[in-house]
């Protein structure tokens, strides 16, 4: 069983960062492929980044600007998030998989954070 903590969430203005975290338990930290998602209001739920044991892929609207990821030791991910404007405003989750391959599609995903606010004024 694996459970997943985000952190770091807040209200930003447009143009600043934000780091977010996706705390892991469970002993299978290292061969999980773990990602990040965001819902906003009124939205579908959005792939952001994956980082997989040696890759990472990131949406095409936060390439650039936002960085995935990981430290095994500290079963740790994390989202640096630079740049951020107003439609960067949602609900942050992270997500790990057991499926090989760095999968942008939510269904793949076995285990699910709370989410983490990110909220980011104009």
């Known amino acids: 069983q694996v459970q997943l903590v985000e952190s770091g969430g807040g209200t930003v203005q447009a143009g600043g960062s934000l780091r977010l975290s996706c705390a892991a338990s469970?002993?299978?930290?290292?061969?999980?492929?773990i990602g990040w998602f965001r819902r906003a209001t009124g939205k579908e739920r959005e792939f952001v980044a994956i980082?997989?044991?040696?890759?990472?892929r990131h949406a095409t609207a936060v390439a650039g600007r936002f960085t995935i990821a990981r430290d095994n030791a500290a079963k740790t991910v994390y989202l640096q998030m630079n740049s951020l404007k107003p439609e960067d405003t949602a609900v942050y989750y992270c997500?790990?998989?057991?499926?090989?391959?760095?999968?942008?599609?939510?269904?793949?995903?076995?285990?699910w954070g709370q989410g983490t606010q990110v909220t980011v004024s104009s």
């Open positions: 997500a790990a998989s057991h499926a090989t391959g760095l999968i942008s599609d939510a269904r793949a995903y076995d285990y």
């Open positions: 469970g002993p299978t930290f290292t061969s999980l492929a």
């Open positions: 980082i997989s044991r040696g890759a990472s």
